[in-house]
């Protein structure tokens, strides 16, 4: 079974300034694959970031970037110059290799403050 | 906009009535996949549809039931609905499989009363 967690319901963030939010993932599986989303108030899921678990290289995607450290089985976000438009529920996923379904965790509410 | 289109985009029933919400895939997309948003729940799988075949079940109710059409369209039935159906429920859809591809409709919202 895969377990996402994600342990700050809600976090504060000055605009213009960086925010880390926190995912850890449980799973026995070898190959498997972790994802961000963002849920704006308007409700749709817009997909972010990917990093495979074979990656080398910490994925990153303009202004967002995946912390992962497999030992410690997390799959951080950071957003890297916060704008107002980034104030929405983010969502760490995770796929099981050969699953092709999600598994969310509880998300975070990011507020970016003016 | 993703591509995936989900209708109604609201739907307000009362308890032990039957809807279907629909979802229409990308272009070219055979994978469709129904996801759960619930307020106690958060956001769970429901079932997986790869080219009119099931391929994978998750959390889904019994009282629930999915089919995906020859044209690929798919339709989520729920059936006995009761107050804690209501939710979003979202529709994605991936030319093959492979969570990376997935593409999220904008969600049906259902409210049961």
């Known amino acids: 079974a895969q377990k996402i967690t994600q342990t700050q319901p809600g976090m504060f963030v000055q605009e213009k300034e960086a925010v880390t939010l926190d995912c850890t993932y449980d799973?026995?599986?070898?190959?498997?694959?972790l994802f961000w989303y963002k849920q704006p108030s308007s409700g749709e899921m817009i997909f972010l970031i990917y990093?495979?678990?074979?990656?080398?290289q910490n994925a990153t995607e303009g202004r967002y970037s995946l912390n992962f450290q497999k030992a410690r089985k997390s799959a951080n976000l950071v957003i890297s110059a916060s704008q107002l438009g980034d104030s929405a529920m983010y969502f760490c996923?995770?796929?099981?290799?050969?699953?092709?379904?999600?598994?969310f965790g509880k998300g975070t509410k990011l507020s970016v403050i003016p | 906009d993703s591509g995936v289109t989900q209708t109604p985009k609201h739907l307000i029933t009362a308890t032990g009535q039957r809807v279907t919400l629909r979802c229409s895939p990308r272009s070219g997309d055979l994978s469709v996949y129904w996801y759960q948003q619930s307020l106690d729940q958060g956001l769970q799988f429901l079932i997986h549809?790869?080219?009119?075949?099931?391929?994978a079940k998750g959390n889904i109710l019994e009282r629930f039931s999915a089919q995906q059409f020859p044209d690929l369209h798919s339709e989520l039935n729920l059936s006995s609905l009761e107050l804690g159906d209501s939710a979003l429920y979202f529709c994605a859809s991936s030319v093959s499989g492979g969570a990376y591809e997935q593409y999220f409709g904008p969600g049906t919202r259902l409210t049961v009363t």
């Open positions: 549809y790869y080219n009119g075949e099931e391929r």
């Open positions: 990093q495979g678990s074979y990656d080398q």
């Open positions: 996923a995770m796929e099981g290799a050969g699953s092709y379904q999600l598994t």
């Open positions: 799973t026995s599986d070898p190959s498997y694959g």
